[in-house]
């Protein structure tokens, strides 16, 4: 049996947004709150307390939405009905359905009402309403009865309560309709119309399921976008109105095969359209990427045409975007793509194009070069002198090749002038530069490149000694940064010698490097 939701003991929350900063105004929206609160709070349809209908028009954040229906949730004890209209965005990743807010921007989708947030609230389990009704007036609204990708099941399958039901103005690709000069939504205004004025020869009540099947029909024989609706338990059975036509003579036998024939006619029209819509979406999708497959084969063609530039000077480079990078091969495929915050080696130009060095010393043309930032990376670099521990190969940092230029022996000290990507551009003693892909085990410190990497002599006897002024000690590896001090007037161990320098010892067994031993006195 059909009882009507007792309204002492029910709220509502409508919520609608007319005017946006990014997106179409929607005038209609402003007059859907008012007839909604209107029948819904006449005691001739369901009689809802005033203060038990929240109205919201223009929310002004996320948060104001939600909070009204978690304060209304919980006040209800019998039946909480919420009401959107207003835009429909849709997440181009996730597929889900976000309501848009005044500022809700497309392209920001968290700027808007993600309905996953709102059905939390409605499935909260401090919530006292025994029966939900969610009303969704906006384009692709449809998507709440599917839920989001791999969600699986919809805000009626999922919630635990006695019944629920999700009743929304169209399918989940559908937009949805206002139309100039009409007072409403042609949703809003047909429930609006429904609610105020009855169905002739109709229950004494209206649940949600006969409310749907109406609108279903009203909507179909005037080929507008169709309502969709889940119930979850007795969902369907809620009643939010009194009948004000049940006494009236009900339609014709004759009128009712008009209107059934009508909505058989529309959703064939509907399935058409949409077809014809994703043959139309697909052949534009196919074109687009065959335009941007021949671009850039064309740009790649001209690119591995162009004659080097013998004037070219290698630089490294930083993307704003991540930008794709193509083999010399001529294939159409990415090799690789660079990254924003890393430098990559810019080895020789190809006409408008660069030849990179990407990944692990890997080559690649990059086709789309604009906005690229150049020379910083080398402009802030700390240079420093090194020596490897092996032989290491050297390559030449232009004109892209691979093959080694010279190498880097072990005893003599190099030049780092820049680094990314695990390499260094080197200069050698002659000033000539190239490139150390291997940085592997190096040894950085602080001497004339003509000098051979510190070591301790072997002859070398310690001894004590005292500095004429205040002298700065550094790391044992010779790294340029001042590791402490030593002061006149005290006494210090010297207990081994690289070069000109003197490895000392503290009292605390600590060992450092000093490198100015002028003047120093022995004891």
Same mark, same amino acid.
């Given at each position: 049996?059909?009882?009507?939701?007792?309204?002492?003991?029910?709220?509502?929350?409508?919520?609608?947004?007319?005017?946006?900063?990014?997106?179409?105004?929607?005038?209609?929206?402003?007059?859907?709150?008012?007839?909604?609160?209107?029948?819904?709070? =006449?005691? =001739?349809?369901?009689?809802?307390?005033?203060?038990?209908?929240?109205?919201?028009?223009?929310?002004?954040?996320?948060?104001?939405?939600? $909070?009204?229906?978690?304060?209304?949730?919980?006040?209800?004890?019998?039946?909480?009905?919420?009401?959107?209209?207003?835009?429909?965005?849709?997440?181009?990743?996730?597929?889900?359905?976000?309501?848009?807010? *005044?500022?809700?921007?497309?392209?920001?989708?968290?700027?808007?009402?993600?309905?996953?947030?709102?059905?939390?609230? +409605?499935?909260?389990?401090?919530?006292?309403?025994?029966?939900?009704?969610?009303?969704?007036?906006?384009?692709?609204?449809?998507?709440?009865?599917?839920?989001?990708?791999?969600?699986?099941?919809?805000?009626?399958?999922?919630?635990?309560?006695?019944?629920?039901?999700?009743?929304? #103005?169209?399918?989940?690709?559908?937009?949805?309709?206002?139309?100039?000069?009409?007072?409403?939504?042609?949703?809003? !205004?047909?429930?609006?119309?429904?609610?105020?004025?009855?169905?002739?020869? !109709?229950?004494?009540?209206?649940?949600?399921?006969?409310?749907?099947?109406?609108?279903?029909?009203?909507?179909?024989?005037?080929?507008?976008?169709?309502?969709?609706?889940?119930?979850?338990?007795?969902? !369907?059975?809620?009643?939010? &109105?009194?009948?004000?036509?049940?006494?009236?003579?009900?339609?014709? *036998?004759?009128?009712?095969?008009?209107?059934?024939?009508?909505?058989? /006619?529309?959703?064939?029209?509907?399935?058409?359209?949409? @077809?014809?819509?994703?043959?139309?979406?697909?052949?534009?999708?196919?074109?687009?990427? &065959?335009?941007?497959?021949?671009?850039?084969?064309?740009?790649?063609?001209?690119?591995?045409? #162009?004659? *080097?530039?013998?004037?070219?000077? *290698?630089?490294?480079?930083?993307?704003?975007?991540?930008?794709?990078?193509?083999?010399? =091969?001529?294939?159409?495929?990415?090799?690789?793509?660079?990254?924003? !915050?890393? %430098?990559?080696?810019?080895?020789?130009?190809?006409?408008?194009?660069?030849?990179? /060095?990407?990944?692990?010393?890997?080559?690649?043309?990059?086709?789309?070069? +604009?906005?690229?930032?150049?020379?910083?990376?080398?402009?802030?670099?700390?240079?420093?002198?090194?020596?490897?521990?092996?032989?290491?190969?050297?390559?030449?940092?232009?004109?892209?090749?691979?093959?080694?230029?010279?190498?880097?022996?072990?005893?003599?000290?190099?030049?780092?002038?820049?680094? &990314?990507?695990?390499?260094?551009?080197?200069?050698?003693?002659?000033?000539?530069?190239?490139?150390?892909?291997?940085?592997?085990?190096?040894?950085?410190?602080?001497?004339?490149?003509?000098?051979?990497?510190?070591?301790? @002599?072997?002859?070398?006897?310690?001894? %004590?000694?005292?500095?004429?002024? +205040?002298?700065?000690?550094?790391?044992?590896?010779?790294?340029?940064?001042?590791?402490?001090?030593? +002061?006149?007037?005290?006494?210090?161990?010297?207990?081994?010698?690289?070069?000109?320098?003197?490895?000392?010892?503290?009292? $605390?067994?600590?060992?450092?490097?000093?490198?100015?031993?002028?003047?120093?006195? @022995?004891?």
């Amino acid at each position: 049996m059909t009882v009507l939701a007792d309204p002492g003991r029910s709220a509502a929350v409508l919520v609608g947004v007319h005017d946006y900063v990014h997106l179409d105004g929607l005038p209609a929206v402003e007059r859907n709150l008012e007839g909604l609160r209107r029948v819904l709070t =006449d005691p =001739d349809v369901w009689g809802l307390p005033a203060e038990a209908c929240a109205v919201i028009a223009q929310p002004a954040s996320v948060r104001e939405v939600l $909070d009204a229906v978690r304060e209304k949730a919980r006040q209800a004890t019998d039946t909480l009905l919420v009401y959107y209209a207003g835009h429909g965005v849709v997440d181009n990743y996730s597929d889900e359905l976000y309501l848009a807010l *005044p500022d809700t921007d497309r392209e920001r989708e968290y700027t808007a009402l993600r309905f996953e947030s709102l059905r939390r609230e +409605v499935l909260d389990p401090q919530a006292r309403a025994q029966r939900t009704v969610v009303v969704l007036d906006c384009c692709y609204s449809g998507r709440a009865l599917v839920g989001s990708m791999g969600a699986g099941k919809s805000l009626a399958d999922r919630t635990a309560v006695n019944g629920t039901v999700v009743l929304t #103005a169209s399918a989940a690709t559908r937009e949805a309709l206002a139309l100039p000069g009409e007072p409403y939504t042609a949703f809003t !205004g047909e429930l609006v119309d429904l609610l105020e004025r009855g169905i002739p020869g !109709g229950p004494e009540l209206l649940d949600m399921d006969t409310l749907y099947r109406q609108l279903y029909a009203r909507l179909a024989e005037k080929s507008r976008p169709l309502p969709q609706q889940r119930n979850r338990n007795t969902g !369907g059975r809620i009643a939010i &109105a009194r009948n004000r036509a049940a006494g009236v003579e009900g339609e014709s *036998p004759r009128d009712t095969e008009a209107r059934a024939a009508a909505e058989a /006619r529309a959703t064939a029209e509907e399935l058409l359209a949409w @077809r014809e819509r994703e043959v139309e979406r697909l052949r534009a999708a196919a074109e687009e990427g &065959a335009r941007e497959l021949l671009h850039r084969a064309t740009r790649l063609a001209a690119a591995l045409a #162009a004659e *080097p530039d013998p004037d070219f000077r *290698p630089f490294w480079l930083a993307v704003p975007a991540v930008r794709e990078v193509f083999g010399t =091969d001529g294939s159409l495929e990415p090799v690789g793509e660079l990254v924003p !915050g890393t %430098w990559y080696l810019a080895l020789a130009a190809r006409g408008d194009a660069l030849l990179v /060095r990407h990944g692990d010393g890997a080559q690649g043309i990059l086709l789309d070069c +604009v906005g690229i930032q150049n020379g910083s990376a080398e402009a802030e670099f700390e240079l420093y002198w090194f020596a490897v521990p092996v032989v290491r190969p050297l390559f030449d940092a232009g004109g892209g090749s691979l093959e080694p230029v010279g190498e880097l022996v072990p005893g003599t000290w190099y030049l780092a002038l820049a680094a &990314a990507e695990n390499a260094l551009l080197v200069q050698l003693p002659d000033g000539t530069k190239g490139l150390l892909l291997d940085v592997s085990g190096i040894q950085k410190g602080v001497a004339d490149r003509s000098d051979p990497p510190p070591k301790d @002599r072997d002859d070398f006897t310690p001894f %004590w000694f005292a500095v004429p002024a +205040v002298r700065q000690l550094f790391e044992a590896d010779g790294s340029p940064v001042s590791a402490g001090e030593l +002061v006149p007037g005290e006494w210090y161990l010297a207990v081994g010698q690289q070069a000109d320098a003197l490895t000392v010892q503290l009292p $605390d067994g600590a060992r450092w490097l000093l490198l100015d031993s002028t003047g120093i006195q @022995r004891g």
